[in-house]
């Protein structure tokens, strides 16, 4: 089996497939290591968590997390790239419906080991929303190269010269020839890489793109971007040829995290002025919850800090609420099938579910003023007022 970092498309595909999966009685493992600093930096952790869910877990409870974990620790051994920073793990055992899902990443992951019901899916929305994908364009005098950045890694790169021209200095050229003939051709090979960049850009659906290079090159490609484009640039980064590609790539993530950020806090902004006028935003956990039930969430927005108290769901009709269960008797049907629920992991897995976007918002005074989530609306709802 060949084994490689997982790519945003793999991984929404893989957060739809989480959400998806149903509740059993056997439990299900969500492991999440970084692996930044080797095996120093997760082993003692994992074991530390590990020795603590041997003692809470009993009789088959025990027996199905000992199955689901040696599929676990089969692969940490065996299976880790060198050069991946974050590897997200998710197990369960045969008697619950056998599955087991690896995916490793260029970008670092907290280490935080759960077992619920269903899979834990936070830092990998998390994830998603920081890093995603970008595309670089890195110029210099007598190169380009167009890279895509996609969720840490580069995953694509096409390179773009016009070093040919050099070959005819001396047999068919003079160096003033030469020289004349490079400056006619600056401003085309400039036009060239644009055009290169905005179709590829165009196929692959990229809405981020990052100048780099030479300063004087990259501003003069800036002026020349047509407006599609123009719309798309997030920042330019100068760097000397002799950069190391890693090094160019790291410098353009610290750059794009940052305007991601800004990116939420305005979105978080947008859901406050979506309060303010009635019908295109909701707050607080049971609003959203009920919002995303009935498909009207355009954007989940989540502050990093929101941690809501346990809510309960009825695993026989479905039926759910954010408050404590006072017993386990459901509302809605009855019966005695009520159990706790993780209203956070809740509110992601309709979002990964119904594939609507999750926007994590870091340091929001506003946002946790109305309860730490709210949702942008896709549907405007017409209030009756016999209601």
């Not at 694509?156 to 006619?184: A, K």
């Not at 610290?254 to 806090?265: A, G």
């Not at 870091?362 to 609306?377: F, K």
Request: with cysteine.
């Amino acid at each position: 089996m060949e084994i490689k970092k997982t790519t945003l498309d793999e991984l929404r595909q893989n957060i739809a497939l989480l959400a998806s999966v149903e509740e059993s009685d056997a439990p299900f493992i969500s492991c999440y290591l970084n692996l930044e600093n080797g095996l120093t930096s997760w082993q003692e952790t994992f074991n530390n968590r590990i020795h603590i869910l041997r003692r809470i877990l009993k009789g088959c409870d025990r027996t199905d997390f000992e199955e689901a974990l040696g599929k676990i620790e089969t692969y940490l051994m065996s299976e880790l790239l060198p050069e991946s920073k974050g590897v997200a793990i998710f197990s369960r055992g045969l008697s619950g419906g056998s599955f087991f899902l690896p995916m490793q990443f260029a970008a670092p992951l907290p280490n935080w080991i759960v077992v619920n019901p269903t899979p834990n899916i936070y830092h990998l929305m998390e994830l998603k929303d920081n890093y995603h994908r970008y595309i670089i364009l890195l110029v210099h005098e007598d190169r380009a190269r167009i890279l895509e950045v996609n969720l840490g890694a580069v995953t694509t790169q096409f390179w773009l010269n016009h070093s040919e021209l050099q070959l005819r200095v001396g047999s068919e050229w003079s160096r003033s020839h030469y020289q004349i003939h490079q400056m006619d051709r600056g401003e085309h090979f400039l036009h060239e890489k644009i055009l290169v960049l905005e179709q590829l850009m165009n196929s692959g659906g990229h809405s981020h793109l990052i100048l780099a290079g030479d300063p004087d090159i990259t501003e003069r490609i800036c002026h020349a971007l047509p407006n599609t484009l123009s719309e798309k640039l997030v920042d330019m980064i100068p760097t000397n040829k002799y950069d190391q590609q890693k090094d160019v790539v790291m410098a353009t993530l610290s750059n794009f995290i940052k305007y991601e950020e800004q990116e939420s806090q305005t979105i978080a902004e947008k859901l406050i002025d979506g309060l303010r006028s009635q019908n295109l935003a909701v707050a607080g956990s049971r609003e959203c919850l009920n919002a995303l039930k009935e498909g009207d969430v355009d954007i989940l927005v989540m502050a990093s800090n929101y941690h809501p108290e346990p809510g309960w769901i009825c695993t026989d009709c479905n039926a759910s609420g954010t408050e404590a269960p006072e017993t386990p008797v459901c509302t809605e049907c009855g019966l005695s099938t009520v159990r706790p629920l993780d209203v956070k992991e809740e509110l992601l897995r309709l979002a990964g579910q119904r594939e609507r976007p999750v926007e994590v918002v870091e340091h929001s005074d506003a946002l946790m003023s109305v309860g730490g989530v709210g949702c942008l609306l896709r549907i405007i709802k017409v209030v009756s007022n016999n209601s």
